[in-house]
Antibody
Framework: EVQLVQSGPEVKKPGESLKISCTGS????????IGWVRQMPGKGLEWMGIIYADDSDTRYSPSFQGQVTISADKSISTAYLQWSSLKASDTAIYYC?????????????WGQGTLVTVSS | SYVLTQPPSVSVAPGKTANITCAGN??????VHWYQQKPGQAPVLVIY???DRPSGIPERFSGSNSGNTATLTISRVGAGDEADYYC???????????FGGGTKLTVL
């Protein structure tokens, strides 16, 4: 079974750093892209970026470029999303998802989501 | 950047058919994918490549795409279909994924 398992919920203060993870199993991790998607409270899905696990080729949404860093460690089939200085507006659920094919693909399956709460 | 527009809400009586639209400039030339998200859960793919269904998704779910509008159709709607539905494409011009704003399906 193809599965993505994300790290647990986080509560942080503004200005703190954070790195959340997404571990894949049941498929060849290095043969697919992994995407990150933000969902703010009560809002829709926003694409943040994707990474190709084999060579770490990364694409960012302009809305998130420079705000977050996406990385991957193929030796442990894990992708990461990190912030160097969190803001209250980063409070959201963050999903990772396998992306099937550059140029026309879709996201499937999705991780269970990681709730990040940033509050003083 | 490419924009996908969905109606915020669609309501349908039980047993009837729901049509959820996704509008975009010449969207018919792109591959459109649809996701269902129930409260407190992660999104689930229900349609890919405009009209293909992943294994495990009921035949009641179908899709079409032409011109400037893609449509997700859910026939014989039941209470279990109440959810938010999102369309998604890959914009090759910007090399970005794009999601529609989402449509809340309410079963009356």
């Amino acid at each position: 079974e193809v599965q993505l398992v994300q790290s647990g919920p986080e509560v942080k203060k503004p200005g703190e750093s954070l790195k959340i993870s997404c571990t894949g199993s049941g498929y060849s991790f290095t043969s697919h892209w992994i995407g990150w998607v933000r969902q703010m409270p009560g809002k829709g899905l926003e694409w943040m970026g994707i990474i190709y696990a084999d060579d770490s080729d990364t694409r960012y949404s302009p809305s998130f470029q420079g705000q977050v860093t996406i990385s991957a460690d193929k030796s442990i089939s894990t992708a990461y999303l990190q912030w160097s200085s969190l803001k209250a507006s980063d409070t959201a659920i963050y999903y990772c998802a396998r992306f099937t094919s550059m140029g026309k693909g879709w996201f499937d399956p999705w991780g269970q989501g990681t709730l990040v709460t940033v509050s003083s | 950047s490419y924009v996908l527009t969905q109606p915020p809400s669609v309501s349908v009586a039980p047993g009837k058919t729901a049509n959820i639209t996704c509008a975009g400039n010449n969207i018919g030339s792109k591959s459109v994918h649809w996701y269902q998200q129930k409260p407190g859960q992660a999104p689930v793919l229900v349609i890919y490549y405009d009209s293909d269904r992943p294994s495990g998704i009921p035949e009641r779910f179908s899709g079409s795409n032409s011109g400037n509008t893609a449509t997700l159709t859910i026939s014989r709607v039941g209470a279990g279909d109440e959810a938010d539905y999102y369309c998604q494409v890959w914009d090759t011009r910007s090399d970005h994924a794009v999601f529609g704003g989402g449509t809340k399906l309410t079963v009356l």
